[in-house]
T-cell receptor
Framework: RKEVEQDPGPFNVPEGATVAFNCTYSNSASQSFFWYRQDCRKEPKLLMSVYSSGNEDGRFTAQLNRASQYISLLIRDSKLSDSATYLCVVVSGGSYIPTFGRGTSLIVHP | DARVTQTPRHKVTEMGQEVTMRCQPILGHNTVFWYRQTMMQGLELLAYFRNRAPLDDSGMPKDRFSAEMPDATLATLKIQPSEPRDSAVYFC?????????FGQGTRLTVV
């Protein structure tokens, strides 16, 4: 089983839709969690950190469920510019090495 | 605007040739990562340095790959000899505990 697993998609949604991605991780000692965004043929960039209490940044909400070992990303009111691959990232305790999921592809169409 | 710089951006080489990729991390970052990205495997960690010391290179094929940090401003990833299966995008990233900043990558094609 891979350490970080995501549904590759693609998720194909109309503008204005709400879409949610999940990511599961296998190492219960993981301590830091992030969502990165990667545009086509570009480098990954940090979208947001994920805190135990959940956090929101505009249209984006990230949540962590430690008991079930998954994190989620919710995007409300999708824009065309949200089309990208969303990478789940987990950092295990003590290592500070980010482990990436393979990413979930989102396509927002008019 | 601080950024991670990678060279070359693109490299096409013949099988058996040596390939060297370079990375200039962001000044002040004490961790440097090398990742390889392919459609099949996604982002895979190849090597990890902290304060220039290699801490983890278990993801790297040792017989042909080597990673070094000769000084704080330069990290290198070398493949010798290169093989077609090495074709991928190689990313360098530097960072802190809170964020990894990626370079634009080196797109390597081995023919």
């Amino acid at each position: 089983r891979k350490e970080v697993e995501q549904d590759p998609g693609p998720f194909n949604v109309p503008e204005g839709a709400t879409v949610a991605f999940n990511c599961t991780y296998s190492n219960s000692a993981s301590q830091s969690f992030f969502w990165y965004r990667q545009d086509c043929r570009k480098e990954p960039k940090l979208l947001m950190s994920v805190y135990s209490s959940g956090n929101e940044d505009g249209r984006f909400t990230a949540q962590l469920n430690r008991a079930s070992q998954y994190i989620s990303l919710l995007i409300r009111d999708s824009k065309l510019s949200d089309s990208a691959t969303y990478l789940c990232v987990v950092v295990s305790g003590g290592s500070y090495i980010p482990t990436f999921g393979r990413g979930t592809s989102l396509i927002v169409h008019p | 605007d601080a950024r991670v710089t990678q060279t070359p951006r693109h490299k096409v080489t013949e099988m058996g040739q040596e390939v060297t990729m370079r990375c200039q991390p962001i000044l002040g970052h004490n961790t440097v990562f090398w990742y390889r990205q392919t459609m099949m495997q996604g982002l895979e960690l190849l090597a990890y340095f902290r304060n220039r010391a290699p801490l983890d290179d278990s993801g790297m094929p040792k017989d042909r790959f080597s990673a070094e940090m000769p000084d704080a401003t330069l990290a290198t990833l070398k493949i010798q000899p290169s093989e077609p299966r090495d074709s991928a995008v190689y990313f360098c990233a530097s960072g802190t505990e809170d964020e990894a900043f990626f370079g634009q990558g080196t797109r390597l094609t081995v023919v």
